[in-house]
């Protein structure tokens, strides 16, 4: 808006300076493709918005909406982690704060088993898919069982390495196809 009107007024001081030597029509022509940028440039903020309004939609409804499942019977970290790939699922994966406050009062105060093991390489504690452990939320001691234990349950106090055929129950999380999407469309 504030272009238009400073452009209309270059406009009329043109016009009264140039009328009638073919100036005006050019002026005339530039004020109507000027009107026309800006209606393209509403059109496209316009646009801009609603893409970020579905952006936003998706991810309220993919990104905070992974399935979760806390077994009742209790089982070893092999079985366990079973149970969950045989449904399309894995073990719980914990890499923040949020998830871990999450795990916490979904599994209301129960111990199970995470997604979380060193079988490979002692002392190597990876994720179910693959990624490493970066920082955890240990009881204070722990892990402490070297060889001896190298799977993780979660504790109301923290985590701790327990032998891997100890049972616990056992969180599964399944995620949703629209978190995929959404991750795909932000990283265009
Ligand atoms: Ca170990």
């Known amino acids: 808006d ?3 009107s400073q452009a209309s007024l270059v406009f009329s001081g043109w016009t009264s300076k140039f009328e009638g030597n073919g100036i005006y029509q050019l ?3 530039i004020n109507n493709l000027t009107e026309e940028r800006d209606q393209i440039l509403t059109k496209y903020i316009n646009m801009t918005n609603e893409r970020d309004g579905l952006l936003i939609k998706n991810d309220k409804l993919g990104g905070n909406h992974d399935f979760y499942f806390i077994s009742s019977l209790k089982k070893s970290w092999t079985e366990s982690r079973r149970y969950c790939t045989e449904r399309g699922a894995d073990l ?3 890499n923040n704060r949020e998830k871990q406050e999450f795990a916490k009062r979904f599994s209301n105060g129960n111990e199970f088993w995470i997604g979380l093991t060193d079988s490979d390489k002692e002392g190597n504690w990876k994720w179910v898919d693959g990624s490493t452990l970066t920082s955890g939320f240990w ?3 722990e892990p402490n069982g070297k060889s001896g234990e190298n799977c993780v349950v979660s504790f ?3 985590w701790r390495d327990h032998p891997c055929n ?3 129950r056992w969180i599964c999380e399944k995620k949703t196809l629209s978190n995929e999407l959404h991750i795909k ?3 265009m």
């Open 2 to 4: 504030l272009f238009i």
């Open 27 to 29: 002026l005339t022509k």
């Open 92 to 94: 719980i994966i914990i």
């Open 139 to 141: 009881r204070s001691g």
């Open 156 to 158: 109301s106090s923290g």
């Open 166 to 168: 100890n049972a616990f």
């Open 185 to 187: 469309t932000t990283d």
